[in-house]
């Protein structure tokens, strides 16, 4: 009788042994998804960095340039921010009236920012196009 208890004994201690590999197995899944989950968050502010840095340099030639009525010629998504801050009521109106939007379809056609231009379309005021305009991109 005392081999049968003893043989009892060793497959506990091997069910005991056996345990804590499975918890560890589990902690090494649960800390690989925790990895993957930090590098997913790198690579979105990566890809936030890149679009910013891609407005900010983003810079239209000269035959592309958007000219504003009565007004400043325009080359980049900043200089436009600035030059809404400080265009007038008319001159926001004669470019942004009713379904019709310059300044989005320039931002669309130059620059490619169809995001930008979405948001462009959907506001109805000067404040509101400037907001958006700075919304789209973190560097302004």
């Known amino acids: 009788?005392?081999?049968?208890?003893?043989?009892h004994t060793k497959t506990s201690s091997r069910a005991a042994k056996k345990a804590p590999a499975a918890k560890r197995v589990a902690a090494r899944k649960?800390?690989?998804?925790?990895?993957?989950?930090?590098k997913t968050s790198r690579k979105d502010?990566?890809?936030?960095?890149k679009q910013c840095f891609a407005c900010r340099d983003a810079v239209a030639p000269q035959e592309q340039c958007f000219w504003v009525y009565d007004g400043p010629v325009i080359d980049s998504i900043t200089h436009l921010i600035?030059?809404?801050?400080?265009?007038?009521q008319h001159q926001y109106s004669?470019?942004?009236r009713g379904e019709q939007n310059d300044f989005a379809v320039w931002v669309r056609d130059v620059f490619g920012f169809d995001e930008c231009a979405d948001a462009l379309l959907k506001v109805r005021s000067k404040s509101g196009a400037i907001r958006a305009l700075k919304a789209c991109c973190a560097c302004t």
């Open 1 to 7: 009788m005392p081999t049968k208890k003893t043989a």
């Open 30 to 38: 649960s800390s690989a998804k925790k990895t993957s989950m930090k």
């Open 45 to 49: 502010t990566a890809a936030e960095q």
């Open 82 to 88: 600035d030059a809404l801050e400080k265009m007038t």
């Open 94 to 96: 004669y470019h942004a």
